[in-house]
């Protein structure tokens, strides 16, 4: 990433709780449940924080300027906060550059999603042509359903290999409750051929990282993790796309980044996939270079893919990726691996791709 | 500034402001990315990421960048979405900046864009609010300035008067600008205070337009910059800061702009900047009411706190004054809420390149432009012709 500048560090973890309501906090103070204990983490108090980077969806919060709800807790009065409208993993690829070019130096990057408080059929409705499209009352399941038909007619994946992706994940989830594969293939349809337990439940989720350069992560002293390189690549609109299932721009993304970082995909020992559909989990894992078909999935149920469960197992729109690197940040503190690749998505039918590297500071 | 790379904007374009029933979101969006493109026989291969600011409550489009992937030409690119406000236009050109300056990309497309007209801005803007304690009272960005300018009139004696002399400098400066949304040739400062009282202290005409429009720019890396513009606008400092999201929490905030004046003071010390009103040479400053532009020289300290009506009363920052501020016609006339900021921008970098047509102020070598919006959010950015050391 840091091509000439500083590189980014990370040098401090925190999440809230992830739960489908949560009823006794605001926005604004589950945002600060993640961030307190980055900061705590990293050894600082807000007031040293000089800027911010954050996550969320206006239409999530049902307030223009989501980011309002946060930015005093992020970086304090007079602070530099910037809102990135996708997942948490470009917040983290916009606070590298900011940290890059020399303009911050001690940063939150935050993502938050209390999707209890929003309906997300209406919420996702919005997101579609107002004039054509609108009137046909769609959501992203509907399009993930015709994503999915394209999917699974090509003999790439079945329902029964997306339903072990679900339990696999499941069976890492700290929120969830474990589920059969049968579980999953009898829950209720909601757009054939995906059943209930083929999405990500609506929860709400927050966490937050503390990022500095060079000169910070010498003076702080605290275990650190670099971010060697972030990238994202915007696909097509889904009715634009000729086939749903081409996930060019995920590839797209990994191949931006890995040149960035001198890196091939044999270096990477900790691989972590965000998208809210089981079923897309495959094709995105596909598109990266991970394989195909029951090698594939075997990989997800031994956790070689998605040790955390993933967004599968319990996060939230923009949330999911940087959730993601949370976790694996921590893996890669305590010496479990060396190098991360963490991935994310933000659009209708997993549209965009965002990707980024991390690697051990030992 | 101390960035491994030096940034400069090497080309803009905007769209006609006004009420735009001829084109649609998308159509408006790539308007101005074509004409930006176009004057300098740039096309979107020469692109390497594209930066969009939108505030998508207002027309009511969730992942507005998503739909309209195509006509912001950022298909197969990396493609940045912000919406931050009133700011949004300028925290984007900002983002282009970051996003070169760090060594990350070499040619960055930023793009701002809103069509007002197919939406509600005022009932976007109320959700800004506190639901219980502030929609009520100060809904919407008339009933926020409406409280900040009485506030303004009390602490520093600014008259009516005054303030109407700032809509008559700006819709007289639009007459010469080809873009801009509102031309009032023979607006007087009588007719302003005639118009229609919105809410005390703001007159109709104090007060900016809601417009359809977009703008674009396009920020490159050292070597490419002297390639693509025979006059570069370099970036010579950026600074960001926000207020306490409450307006209750940080009292006489458009007297005192603490945002504003924390984000300059950070810009001008890495500029250079010791004295403003003679170290600039035009501004382009966000002042979404007239009584907004006179506090905000105030806070840039074009002149002492509490000056700012002397100011306009000496013609300081008429176009042909010793400080120009916003030649364009400001956002008093044009208002395309996610163009506007990036318009101050562009407005700052044609100036320094020499391209403002009519309302070119001789001899521009360094500009200044300000992004404002909720929670006093404040995004300033330096440019100069000259390439930073």
């Known amino acids: ?362 | 500034m101390s960035a491994p790379v030096r940034a400069a904007i090497v080309a803009t374009g905007q769209t006609d402001h006004g009420r735009r029933f001829d084109t649609s979101m998308a159509e408006i969006a790539r308007e101005a990315i074509d004409r930006c493109l176009e004057s300098r026989g740039l096309h979107l291969d020469d692109i390497d990421a594209v930066v969009a600011g939108n505030m998508e409550m207002f027309e009511g489009i969730y992942l507005v960048d998503q739909l309209f992937v195509g006509a912001l030409g950022a298909l197969g690119k990396p493609l940045y979405k912000l919406n931050t406000g009133g700011t949004v236009g300028a925290s984007t050109a900002l983002a282009c900046y970051h996003l070169v300056a760090s060594g990350r990309h070499r040619r960055v497309l930023g793009v701002g864009f809103q069509k007002q007209s197919e939406g509600s801005t005022q009932a976007a803007i109320t959700t800004v609010g506190d639901p219980i304690w502030e929609r009520a009272v100060m809904a919407g960005a008339i009933g926020n300035f409406a409280a900040m300018a009485s506030t303004y009139i009390a602490d520093s004696g600014v008259t009516p008067e005054q303030a109407a002399k700032v809509a008559v400098k700006a819709r007289r400066n639009a007459c010469l600008n080809p873009h801009a949304h509102l031309k009032m040739p023979d607006i007087t400062v009588e007719e302003v205070l005639a118009s229609e009282m919105l809410a005390y202290p703001i007159h109709r005409l104090d007060m900016c337009p809601a417009s359809d429009g977009a703008c674009a720019i396009v920020m490159a890396a050292d070597q490419e910059a002297g390639k693509l513009a025979d006059r570069p606008a370099w970036v010579h400092a950026v600074a960001t800061a926000h207020d306490q999201q409450y307006m209750g929490d940080s009292p006489k905030r458009l007297a005192v702009m603490r945002s504003l004046q924390a984000a300059s003071r950070k810009a001008y010390a890495l500029a250079g900047i010791e004295d403003p009103l003679r170290d600039f040479d035009v501004a382009e400053v966000y002042e979404p009411a007239t009584y907004a532009e006179l506090a905000m020289c105030e806070n840039l300290q074009f002149c002492a706190m509490g000056q700012g009506g002397r100011l306009i009363d000496d013609g300081v920052t008429f176009l042909d004054g010793q400080l120009p501020v916003n030649p364009s016609g400001g956002v008093l006339s044009t208002n395309p809420v996610g163009a506007t900021a990036m318009i101050r921008v562009a407005e700052a970098a044609m100036q320094v390149m020499g391209e403002a047509g009519a309302h070119q102020v001789p001899d521009v070598s360094r500009a200044l432009a300000t992004g404002y919006g909720g929670n006093a959010w404040t995004d300033v950015m330096i440019l100069s012709a000259e390439r930073p050391r």
């Open chain 1, 1 to 362: 990433m840091a091509q000439h500048g500083s590189d980014t560090w990370v040098i401090g973890l925190g999440e809230a709780r992830t739960a489908a309501v949560l009823e006794d906090v605001s926005i604004n103070e589950f945002a600060w449940e993640a961030i307190q204990p980055a900061l705590r983490e990293a050894g600082v108090e807000l007031r040293q924080v000089t800027g911010a980077v954050t996550a969320s969806q206006d239409f999530w919060d049902g307030r223009t300027i989501s980011s309002m709800n946060v930015n005093e807790v992020a970086c304090g009065s007079l602070g530099s906060e910037a809102k990135v409208a996708a997942d948490g993993v470009q917040a983290l690829g916009y606070a590298a550059a900011r940290i890059a070019d020399g303009d911050q130096h001690l940063n939150v990057v935050v993502a938050h999603a209390k999707e209890s408080e929003g309906d997300a059929h209406t919420i996702e409705l919005a997101a579609f042509d107002p004039y054509f499209e609108r009137p046909l009352n769609p959501d992203d399941t509907l399009v993930a359903a015709f994503q999915a038909q394209a999917l699974y007619r090509t003999g790439a994946a079945s329902p029964e290999e997306a339903a072990r992706v679900v339990v696999a994940a499941r069976s890492r989830s700290e929120v969830l409750a474990a589920a059969a594969v049968e579980d999953v293939l009898s829950s209720p349809l909601t757009a054939e051929p995906l059943r209930e337990l083929d999405r990500a439940p609506r929860m709400n989720a927050a966490c937050a990282l503390v990022v500095c350069d060079d000169a910070k992560r010498n003076e702080l002293e605290r275990p650190a993790v670099r971010v060697v390189a972030t990238a994202s690549r915007a696909g097509a609109y889904w009715r634009e796309r000729a086939d749903l299932t081409d996930m060019t721009p995920a590839s797209a993304a990994l191949h931006d980044a890995l040149d960035q970082a001198g890196w091939a995909l044999g270096d990477i020992e900790l691989i972590e996939i965000a998208a809210p559909f089981a079923f897309q989990h495959l094709m995105i894992a596909a598109a990266l270079g991970l394989g195909a078909g029951e090698q594939l999935v075997a990989r997800f149920e031994r956790g070689e893919v998605n040790a955390s469960g993933g967004w599968l197992a319990g996060s939230a729109e923009s949330v999911a990726g940087l959730h993601a690197v949370v976790f694996a940040a921590r893996k890669l503190r305590a010496g479990e691996a060396r190098r991360a690749l963490v991935h994310a998505t933000t659009g209708i039918a997993a549209q965009s791709h965002h990707v980024a590297l991390l690697e051990s500071a030992a």
